[in-house]
C-alpha cells in the first residue's frame, strides 16, 4: 500500500533522480570523484546565470550596512551551518564589530553539530529567534533554505519584515514560497543532486558562493579593503601578523624592518600604520585621520594629492 505524498516535496528540483547518477553504487571510486567533479562543475554557471538577482540584494544589503545596520543569516541544517561559517569568518577577516554580521540556526549551537529532529518545522521559533536579536529597520535577514519552503526560516523572514528589516532569501529551487515574500530573492537551481536530495552537495556549493560574494563585497563597499589586501585583519597569530607586515610593505614600498616598526608603534593596526609610513603622521594623528574617513583608507592616503 502506497502513501499518498501531500508535502510538495516530490516537486522541488532539490529531490529529484538524476538518471546520470542511478549506478552510482556500482562505480569505482575514480568515477564517482569524477562524475561529483563534473556535477560540481555546474554550480558556478548557475550562480552566474542568478547574478542579476544576487546583485542588487547586495547593493541593499550594503546600504543598509554602511547606515549602521547588521546582517543577519537564518537557515537550518546545512544552509543553517553555512550562514554561521560564513558569519564567523568576517570579524578575524575584516575586524568587523561585534553582531555586525551573525547567524541564527535552528536549534541553536547544539545543531552545528548534531541534527537536532523537527527544528526546522518550528515557525514560532523561527519568529522568536528574530526577535531576540531585536531585528530593526537598519538590518538585514537574509533567509537560507535549499528547498525555499522551510517553515522555520520563512516564518523568520516574515518576522524580520514586520520589524522593518531589509529581507533576501537564497534557495536553489525556482518559484519558492521563500522567494515570494522577501524584498530580493535569489534562486539557484542547480539541479539534481548526486545523491539525490542530499542539498549538502551542489546547493550547499552554490550557498556558499552566494554567502561568500554578499558578506565579502558588503565589506568592501565597507572600506574594509585596500584594492584586494586585507588591511582591516585581525591580527590574532602568527601567520596574519606575517601578512600585516607585508600589506604594509606594499602599500608603502618599506622595508620589512620599517613595516614592522610602525605596526608595533600602532598596535598592529595595518590601516594606521601605513598612514603613520605614508602620510608621515604620528599614530594619533593617523587615527583621527581614518576617523574621518570613517575608516577608508583610500581616501586618507589620496586627500591632498
Given at each position: 500500500?502506497?502513501?499518498?505524498?501531500?508535502?510538495?516535496?516530490?516537486?522541488?528540483?532539490?529531490?529529484?533522480?538524476?538518471?546520470?547518477?542511478?549506478?552510482?553504487?556500482?562505480?569505482s571510486v575514480a568515477q564517482i570523484a569524477a562524475l561529483m567533479n563534473q556535477a560540481d562543475a555546474e554550480v558556478p554557471l548557475a550562480v552566474r546565470a542568478a547574478l542579476p538577482q544576487i546583485v542588487?540584494?547586495?547593493?541593499?544589503?550594503?546600504?543598509?550596512?554602511l547606515d549602521g545596520g547588521r546582517l543577519v543569516y537564518i537557515g537550518a541544517g546545512t544552509s543553517g551551518r553555512l550562514g554561521v561559517l560564513d558569519a564567523s569568518e568576517i570579524p578575524p577577516t575584516f575586524s568587523s564589530w561585534p553582531g555586525?554580521?551573525?547567524?541564527?540556526?535552528?536549534?541553536?549551537?547544539?545543531?552545528?553539530?548534531?541534527?537536532?529532529?523537527?527544528?526546522?518545522?518550528?515557525?514560532?521559533?523561527?519568529?522568536?529567534?528574530?526577535?531576540?536579536?531585536?531585528?530593526?529597520?537598519?538590518?538585514?535577514?537574509?533567509?537560507?533554505?535549499?528547498?525555499?519552503?522551510?517553515?522555520?526560516?520563512?516564518?523568520?523572514?516574515?518576522?524580520?519584515?514586520?520589524?522593518?528589516?531589509?529581507?533576501?532569501?537564497?534557495?536553489?529551487?525556482?518559484?519558492?514560497?521563500?522567494?515570494?515574500?522577501?524584498?530580493?530573492?535569489?534562486?539557484?537551481?542547480?539541479?539534481?543532486?548526486?545523491?539525490?536530495?542530499?542539498?549538502?552537495?551542489?546547493?550547499?556549493?552554490?550557498?556558499?558562493?552566494?554567502?561568500?560574494?554578499?558578506?565579502?563585497?558588503?565589506?568592501?563597499?565597507?572600506?574594509?579593503?585596500?584594492?584586494?589586501?586585507?588591511?582591516?585583519?585581525?591580527?590574532?597569530?602568527?601567520?596574519?601578523?606575517?601578512?600585516?607586515?607585508?600589506?604594509?610593505?606594499?602599500?608603502?614600498?618599506?622595508?620589512?624592518?620599517?613595516?614592522?616598526?610602525?605596526?608595533?608603534?600602532?598596535?598592529?593596526?595595518?590601516?594606521?600604520?601605513?598612514?603613520?609610513?605614508?602620510?608621515?603622521?604620528?599614530?594619533?594623528?593617523?587615527?583621527?585621520?581614518?576617523?574621518?574617513?570613517?575608516?577608508?583608507?583610500?581616501?586618507?592616503?589620496?586627500?591632498?594629492?
Open positions: 500500500m502506497s502513501i499518498p505524498d501531500d508535502s510538495g516535496l516530490d516537486a522541488l528540483l532539490t529531490e529529484a533522480v538524476d538518471p546520470r547518477y542511478a549506478q552510482v553504487d556500482q562505480l542588487p540584494a547586495i547593493e541593499a544589503i550594503s546600504a543598509r550596512m555586525q554580521v551573525q547567524a541564527i540556526i535552528a536549534g541553536g549551537e547544539q545543531a552545528m553539530t548534531t541534527a537536532v529532529e523537527g527544528v526546522e518545522d518550528d515557525e514560532a521559533a523561527g519568529a522568536r529567534a528574530v526577535d531576540e536579536l531585536g531585528i530593526g529597520p537598519h538590518d538585514c535577514v537574509v533567509g537560507i533554505a535549499s528547498s525555499g519552503r522551510t517553515p522555520y526560516v520563512i516564518a523568520g523572514v516574515r518576522r524580520a519584515a514586520e520589524r522593518g528589516a531589509l529581507t533576501v532569501s537564497l534557495a536553489c529551487n525556482p518559484d519558492t514560497e521563500l522567494s515570494t515574500i522577501v524584498h530580493h530573492a535569489i534562486e539557484v537551481p542547480v539541479g539534481p543532486e548526486v545523491i539525490s536530495g542530499s542539498t549538502r552537495l551542489k546547493a550547499g556549493t552554490a550557498q556558499k558562493l552566494v554567502l561568500n560574494m554578499i558578506s565579502t563585497i558588503a565589506m568592501v563597499r565597507l572600506g574594509k579593503t585596500y584594492g584586494n589586501l586585507m588591511v582591516d585583519v585581525d591580527v590574532s597569530n602568527v601567520k596574519l601578523r606575517d601578512r600585516a607586515i607585508r600589506i604594509v610593505m606594499q602599500i608603502c614600498g618599506t622595508s620589512r624592518e620599517a613595516a614592522t616598526t610602525a605596526l608595533a608603534a600602532t598596535g598592529f593596526d595595518v590601516k594606521t600604520a601605513v598612514v603613520v609610513l605614508r602620510k608621515q603622521l604620528g599614530p594619533d594623528a593617523a587615527r583621527a585621520a581614518l576617523a574621518a574617513a570613517n575608516g577608508r583608507l583610500r581616501a586618507v592616503l589620496e586627500a591632498g594629492s
